[in-house]
C-alpha cells in the first residue's frame, strides 16, 4: 500500500529564509509527483508537477526535486516571504487499474514565514 | 476564470439528513474527483469519475454516493448524515492525460450534529 509521509508537520522560519520540505513515499511505481499549497479555507494550488521521468520542476521560488528510487521528493523555496505561509502537501499519483488513476496525498507541512 | 465550484460552501445536518454537494468544472475536464479532509489524516478519495457515465470507488466511500450528470458536473449525496461525516470536502477535476495536474474547488464544510 502506497504511503506518503511529510516531514516536518510545521515549520516556523524568519523572512528571507530558504527552507526544504520534505516528501516520501513508500512505492516507487508512480506517474508523477505534486506539489500544492493550501490557504486556510481555501481548496488546494497546484504549485508543480514532476512527471516520474523527470528529476525536477522550477517556477519562481519554488523548486521541486524527484528521486524515485529513494522514494523521495523536496520542495525548496528561496528567499521566503510572509506570503508563503500555508500548508504544503505532496501527492503521488499511481495507477489503480486499466485507464484509472488516483492521487495519494501526504498530510501537509504547515510553514509560518514571519517578517 | 471560475475553475471547479463547489456549493454550499457551508452546511450543518442533523443525523439522518441527507444532502447533496454539488460540483462543477469549465475546463472540460474528463476526470472528475471528491476528496475528504480530516485533521492528522490527509486528503482521502471517496468517488471518482474518469469520464462522463462512469463512477468509481475510492478509499473510503461508505455512505456516499455520487452522480455524474454530463461532463460538467459532479455530484456527492450523503443518504443519511452520520457524526462521521463531519469533514471538509473537496472536489478535483483533471485532463485525461495522468500528468495533468489536478484543480480543486474551495471546499464543503460540513458539520454533522
Known amino acids: 500500500k502506497q504511503e506518503v509521509t511529510q516531514i516536518p508537520a510545521a515549520l516556523s522560519v524568519p523572512e528571507g529564509e530558504n527552507l526544504v520540505l520534505n516528501c516520501s513515499f513508500t512505492d516507487s511505481a508512480i506517474y508523477n509527483l505534486q506539489w500544492f499549497r493550501q490557504d486556510p479555507g481555501k481548496g488546494l494550488t497546484s504549485l508543480l508537477l514532476?512527471?516520474?521521468?523527470?528529476r525536477e520542476q522550477t517556477s519562481g521560488r519554488l523548486n521541486a526535486s524527484l528521486d524515485k528510487s529513494s522514494g523521495r521528493s523536496t520542495l525548496y523555496i528561496a528567499a521566503s516571504q510572509p506570503g508563503d505561509s500555508a500548508t504544503y502537501l505532496c501527492a503521488v499519483r499511481r495507477s489503480l487499474s486499466y485507464n484509472t488513476d488516483k492521487l495519494i496525498f501526504g498530510t501537509g507541512t504547515r510553514l509560518q514565514v514571519f517578517p | 476564470n471560475a475553475g471547479v465550484t463547489q456549493t454550499p460552501k457551508f452546511q450543518v445536518l442533523k443525523t439522518g439528513q441527507s444532502m447533496t454537494l454539488q460540483c462543477a468544472q469549465d475546463m472540460n475536464h474528463n476526470s472528475m474527483y471528491w476528496y475528504r479532509q480530516d485533521p492528522g489524516m490527509g486528503l482521502r478519495l471517496i468517488y471518482y469519475s474518469a469520464s462522463e457515465g462512469t463512477t468509481d470507488k475510492g478509499e473510503v466511500p461508505n455512505g456516499y454516493n455520487v452522480s455524474r450528470l454530463n461532463k460538467r458536473e459532479f455530484s456527492l449525496r450523503l443518504e443519511s448524515a452520520a457524526p462521521s461525516q463531519t469533514s471538509v470536502y473537496f472536489c478535483a477535476s483533471s485532463g485525461q492525460s495522468y500528468n495533468s495536474p489536478l484543480h480543486f474547488g474551495n471546499g464543503t464544510r460540513l458539520t454533522v450534529t
Open positions: 514532476i512527471q516520474s521521468s523527470q
